[in-house]
């Protein structure tokens, strides 16, 4: 090795012992050696001090050589001592440990939770729809309250947003009942009347973070209880059952189709920065599975509807679920959170059930209007 690579500037002549110096440039030599003097004036190489192990050093001593790589993806060196004394399998005669098993894949939820709590959510929900209107509205708006309450707590928690829960229950209670009662026009005058309660209901705490929670307050409101009221407005319909039985069943089934199919065959990721989980496999199940059950829905349930606009009504439902489904992905990971809430197993919370029916309920409602008129 020679000196320059240690840092020391590069010197002219033989540096062993001699009787003269170097010829110096004007032809005349030098005086004698001395090796005392040459012991005294010799630079001496520049070692770089190596670190002890602990402190604010990696934990590998290896890792302070300088011969080792400046970078990870540098071209690895053979392990150094101390970090073979650590991991006896880095040094390259050492026993490889045998590879691991494939692991079985995996659904990722609870599937017997989840089917029961299905079943008995759908009990429920067409029980009330099919005996009294009425109490299918109401459940219609519990499920909007509790879906505002697990959103602004949620926001909350994770980003300190403060919209105005109590304001919002009511409105969007409101919002609701008013769809149904009222119809396009109450279910806007209720909204309008929500976003101006949420504005003046906050102005009773101090104004810092105002227009951050008034904004918050306004989106929960249009995000759960508006877009909800989509579903009264169907069932003001005379065949307003099987209008809303129809769009239940078209979400359920495209996301049956899309979990399904994902599953078992997904292996292109859709949008791995939203939702990791959801493959283009999973997206064409959707398709297929909500076009031919809306082919079926509106060939045998509403009154004058045919099976090629069930297909059309069934490719818009995949479209919109899927959207709505990945729309709450980015709002759980700009909160860094998995659900919504816990309180239905094998579901989590009530808005983790909503995210696909909320933004498909206005794009059948508008369907079916086109395709068989408001009934």
Sequence with gaps: MNDSSWGAPPQTGYWGPTDRWPVQGDGRAGPAYDAHDAQQTRPMPIVPDVPAQGGDQDDDPGAAHVSGPLFRDDTPQAPSYWAAQQNPESMPDAPQSA?????????????????????????????????????????????????????????????GIKAPLVPLAVGGAAMVVAGY?????????????????????????????????????????????????????????????????????????????????????????????????????????????????????????IDGGSWWQGLLLGLAVAASATLGDLGESMIKRDLGIKDMGTLLPGHGGIMDRLDSLLPTAPVVWLLLVIFVGAG
Excluded: N
């Design 99 to 159: 590879p691991a098993a494939p692991q079985k894949k995996s659904a990722g939820r609870d599937l017997g939770a989840a089917i029961g709590v299905g079943v008995g959510l759908g009990v429920v929900i067409v029980a009330s729809l099919f005996i009294v209107k009425a109490v299918f509205v109401g459940v219609v708006a519990v499920a909007v309250v509790v879906g505002l309450w697990e959103l602004t707590k949620r926001l909350e928690e994770r980003k």
């Design 181 to 301: 009662v009222r119809g396009p026009e109450g279910a806007w005058v209720a909204m309008a009347l929500t976003a101006l309660a949420v504005l003046v209901w906050r102005m009773t705490e101090p104004p810092d973070g105002y227009l951050r929670d008034v904004t918050a307050g306004v989106f929960a409101a249009f995000y759960v209880p508006f877009l909800a009221s989509f579903v009264s407005l169907m069932l003001t319909a005379g065949d307003g059952a099987q209008r809303v039985l129809t769009f239940l069943l078209l979400t359920v089934v495209s996301d049956t189709g899309a979990y399904a199919v994902g599953w078992r065959f997904g292996k292109h990721k859709l949008a791995p920065r939203i939702s990791p989980g959801k493959t283009r496999e999973g997206l064409i199940g959707a398709v297929s599975f909500a076009m031919a059950a809306g082919a079926l829905c509106m060939q045998y349930l």
